[in-house]
């Protein structure tokens, strides 16, 4: 018995952020503190689990004058009833519906009632999944 190691071994995380940025802001700040200009980015959308794409196009609209208005795309009445249909017929609530296309209940709900702006993904989810033919957005 006089082999054996009877200490405890403490095995402890590393409680600093991920991927070296303690560092990098420890170099910003002494840089700071010698009086140095340190100039930091914010990224936009930075940490978030949002799209990388938005269905709009920010240079269209920030090209347009001021007196200018953009027509956002918006989703026909038609395709929306045309959803609600396939969905009844299915007995299918939104829930499920939505739960069987990796998406939102509010999403599909905003898809039934026209108040989105139409993402051609997440229709041909839904054309998939309803087996209906489901009209593009109409581009303005």
Not at 23 to 30: D, I, L, P, T
Not at 46 to 56: D, K, L
Not at 87 to 115: C, F, H, M, P
């Amino acid at each position: 018995m006089d082999d054996q190691d009877w200490n405890p071994v403490v095995v402890r995380k590393n409680r600093g952020p991920p991927g070296g940025r303690q560092a990098n802001s420890k170099v910003a700040q002494q840089a700071r503190q010698q009086g140095a200009e340190v100039d930091t980015v914010r990224r936009y959308g930075g940490g978030t689990n949002r799209r990388a794409n938005p269905s709009i196009n920010m240079r269209k609209l920030d090209s347009n004058d001021d007196d200018e208005e953009v027509a956002l795309p918006s989703m026909d009445r038609n395709v929306a009833l045309e959803i609600q249909r396939a969905r009844l017929a299915k007995k299918w609530t939104q829930a499920d519906l939505a739960r069987r296309i990796n998406e939102k209940q509010s999403v599909v709900n905003d898809y039934e009632s026209g108040r989105c702006i139409p993402n051609p993904q997440i229709l041909s989810k839904m054309r998939r999944q309803l087996g209906v033919r489901l009209a593009a957005p109409k581009k303005r």
